[in-house]
């Protein structure tokens, strides 16, 4: 029964749903054999490689899970699954059922691009139509496999969709091939896909926002010495990689640009789209009928007061239930915030309004720890735990960070760290740092800038400043085994459905 359903997992991804809505859900399936000939046919293969992203086993939930727990950032209520506990606290098995889903369900995205690049060629319909579906679906591929290897390392690459049980057997590749499959996936997407602001969708500007960030990762991780990364022997040509593609998105198109209002504006539900966010996995609460199609993100955030409606954010403008108590803001965390931070005072809720008009404050007035403010839909009122705040993968400042870190300490990358700076209410950053110093003050940057967005574990895998940070700065035990600290295990359940990974 196991193996049954690992292949049904997998050859799910040849059979493509009718719908034609980049927005609907997938209601029926039809053999690629009979599908694949028209452009409706191609739009509904590419909605189902979308749909992939927002399922709960991925950035709705579990993905989100293993970019956060064990860092700073979280901790977590004491009767979470012990799944969720394993990651916080560094001691997963690999057995552990959140990296399962993780790791399947990438597979499972990766194999409906992988369907859909393998068939479009033979489809007639417009070109320019038939080249934005086709780096479209390059991207996703590429995002897929970027979340993979930086979780799990080597991992079996697959290219071709699988359409029997004797495909499934792959093993691990190099991590260097992956890594040339992920650039080569996002310069043809960068080739084929335009400019244009499409809802949930990405474009020309986030394939080469996401490349700059996998130079980047490169980069870093061979200069500072993370294991497995030694197929690399210049670091510096990837930093040089990493700058250029970073510029190209903040200098080079006009489709997005940064955000120089509120923060708190910055995160209103209603400005998802365009601006700072090149590209947000989209969820709708209109029609869904599982969690995936809406999220529920902000839940896992938000404290339980009492089973109350609560109020906050500007003027207590914002009213919705209260929350689940899963994942609590650390006070480590909270107060390593400068205390003018704007990041903090205006985006990280420390007081909530009930029904009665009394105040629950953090610390010691009744609310429990401070929440982010990132994820909160002001729309979904105070019955509903369904939210359809977009979930961001690129923003534009993250870019403008990568780009200071990969430049070191110029006179535009002193400028666009400072651009972040003085938004955020805090001075600009002194002169003369050496490169090593300057880094790390974008490092340090990128923990507040871009704090609750799950970058941090991954910052800090490829920095090798898991056991610097977490344990010597924040007092958190760390596990001994170097390979968990910086790679998670390949799954069990992978090895026994796919025997090629002990030969």
């Not at 979308?50 to 956060?68: H, K, M, Q």
């Not at 591929?141 to 057997?169: C, D, K, W």
């Not at 940064?258 to 609460?285: C, K, R, Y």
């Not at 700076?421 to 002194?430: K, N, Q």
Request: with cysteine.
């Amino acid at each position: 029964m196991k193996i049954l359903r690992k292949i049904a997992y997998l050859i799910s991804i040849s059979l493509i749903i009718t719908s034609c809505s980049l927005n609907e859900q997938p209601y029926g399936f039809l053999s690629s054999d009979e599908f694949y000939q028209s452009s409706n046919d191609a739009y509904s293969a590419l909605a189902y490689c979308y749909d992939a992203l927002p399922n709960i086993e991925l950035y709705s939930r579990y993905l989100y899970y293993a970019e956060s727990l064990g860092t700073e950032e979280f901790t977590l209520k004491p009767d979470a699954q012990v799944e969720d506990h394993e990651l916080d606290l560094w001691t997963t098995t690999p057995s552990n059922p959140d990296l399962e889903a993780v790791f399947t369900n990438s597979y499972i995205g990766i194999n409906r691009s992988n369907a859909l690049l393998s068939n479009i060629g033979g489809i007639q319909m417009d070109a320019n139509d038939k080249n934005e579906i086709t780096g479209e679906a390059y991207f996703l591929r590429a995002l897929h496999y970027f979340n993979l290897i930086r979780l799990f390392g080597s991992v079996p690459m697959r290219t071709q969709p699988v359409t029997s049980a004797s495909e499934l057997p792959v093993p691990l590749s190099p991590m260097s091939d992956i890594y040339t499959l992920i650039e080569s996936d996002l310069m043809k997407a960068d080739s084929l896909m335009d400019y244009t602001v499409r809802d949930g969708r990405a474009n020309k500007v986030a394939a080469e926002a996401l490349l700059s960030k996998v130079y980047l990762q490169l980069a870093s991780a061979t200069a500072s010495g993370v294991p497995n990364y030694d197929f690399i022997s210049d670091p510096d040509s990837y930093y040089t990689k990493a700058a250029q593609y970073a510029a190209k998105v903040l200098e080079n198109q006009t489709s997005y640009t940064f955000w120089t209002g509120s923060l708190p504006a910055l995160w209103d539900v209603d400005n998802e789209l365009g601006n700072e966010f090149i590209f947000s996995v989209a969820v709708h609460v209109d029609g869904a009928k599982e969690e995936g199609d809406y999220s529920k993100l902000s839940m896992l955030m938000v404290p339980y007061v009492d089973g109350a409606a609560i109020s906050f954010g500007p003027n207590f403008s914002i009213t919705i239930r209260d929350g689940w108590n899963h994942m609590q803001t650390t006070s480590a965390f909270y107060n390593s915030f400068d205390p003018n931070d704007l990041r903090k005072t205006e985006l990280i809720i420390d007081s909530v309004k009930l029904t009665d008009g009394s105040i629950r404050s953090y610390p010691g007035g009744g609310l429990e720890y401070p929440f982010t403010l990132k994820y909160i839909d002001k729309n979904q009122g105070t019955t509903s735990d369904q939210s359809q705040h977009y979930i961001p993968v690129l923003r534009f400042s993250d870019i403008a960070l990568v780009y200071a870190e990969a430049a070191g300490p110029t006179a535009e990358a002193y400028n666009w760290l400072n651009k972040i700076r003085e938004r955020a209410g805090l001075p600009d950053l002194a002169q003369g740092l050496s490169l090593t110093e300057f880094r790390q003050k974008v490092l340090d940057e990128r923990s507040y800038e871009l704090s609750f967005e799950g970058n941090r574990l991954y910052d800090l895998r490829r920095t090798h400043n898991i056991e610097k940070v977490l344990h010597d700065k924040y007092g958190m035990n760390i596990t001994d085994n170097q390979k968990e600290a910086y790679f998670y295990d390949i799954p069990q359940r992978e090895i026994d459905n796919n025997p090629a990974l002990t030969q």
